[in-house]
T-cell receptor, first 114, second 115 residues
Framework: AQSVAQPEDQVNVAEGNPLTVKCTYSVSGNPYLFWYVQYPNRGLQFLLKYITGDNLVKGSYGFEAEFNKSQTSFHLKKPSALVSDSALYFCAALSPRGWGKLQFGAGTQVVVTP | DTEVTQTPKHLVMGMTNKKSLKCEQHMGHRAMYWYKQKAKKPPELMFVYSYEKLSINESVPSRFSPECPNSSLLNLHLHALQPEDSALYLC??????????????FGPGTRLTVL
């Protein structure tokens, strides 16, 4: 069965410090991996995705993610966090045979303090 | 422009009411999706339309009835809902046919409250 795990319910970081949000996956084949961000009472905003190729993927708003096949991980990173990065972050996976059905992680709340 | 619009933003309805949610995209995407999201939880897929035809129904109760009048528009008709149906309803679209691995772009959602 497919699954995506986000082991941390919440990540707290001071503004200006590096931010990492963890994600591991268990998906058959070579999955496509996504990160979305959700601000309060808003829809999900697409940040970035990994299909194939370079293991470091750059996305919107200064975010990047590192794909590690041996560890089946796809951690989201930002070198210097902003207070405005405080939001709910979702990792998601799509199997090439997944019929368009995104498998979401449980979500990680990021809190950036001034 | 990756914009999906949804109306209304908020909806309060009684259990005997009939209402509809509307979703629109003008990106030429061929697949459209309805999701239900409870607070602080990930979205749950409800329906997928591919080329205006229903391709996936995730065993959603019949009190939710989707409709795709054309390639840009997706409706969700609501009837005899229960209080536990209160949630944020998200629409999304993707370029491919719904079976592809294209990025799904989400609208802002409709916050539904069932009294």
């Amino acid at each position: 069965a497919q699954s995506v795990a986000q082991p941390e319910d919440q990540v707290n970081v001071a503004e200006g410090n590096p931010l990492t949000v963890k994600c591991t996956y268990s998906v058959s084949g070579n999955p496509y991996l996504f990160w979305y961000v959700q601000y309060p009472n808003r829809g999900l905003q697409f940040l970035l995705k990994y299909i194939t190729g370079d293991n470091l993927v750059k996305g919107s708003y200064g975010f990047e993610a590192e794909f590690n096949k041996s560890q089946t991980s796809f951690h989201l990173k930002k070198p210097s966090a902003l207070v405005s990065d405080s939001a709910l972050y979702f990792c998601a996976a799509l199997s090439p045979r997944g019929w368009g059905k995104l498998q979401f992680g449980a979500g990680t709340q990021v809190v950036v303090t001034p | 422009d990756t914009e999906v619009t949804q109306t209304p933003k908020h909806l309060v309805m009684g259990m005997t009411n009939k209402k509809s949610l509307k979703c629109e995209q003008h990106m030429g995407h061929r697949a459209m999706y309805w999701y239900k999201q409870k607070a602080k939880k990930p979205p749950e897929l409800m329906f997928v339309y591919s080329y205006e035809k229903l391709s996936i129904n995730e065993s959603v109760p019949s009190r939710f009835s989707p409709e795709c009048p054309n390639s840009s528009l997706l409706n969700l008709h609501l009837h005899a809902l229960q209080p536990e149906d209160s949630a944020l309803y998200l629409c999304a679209s993707s370029q491919g046919d719904g079976y592809s691995t294209d990025t799904q772009y989400f609208g802002p959602g409709t916050r539904l409250t069932v009294l």
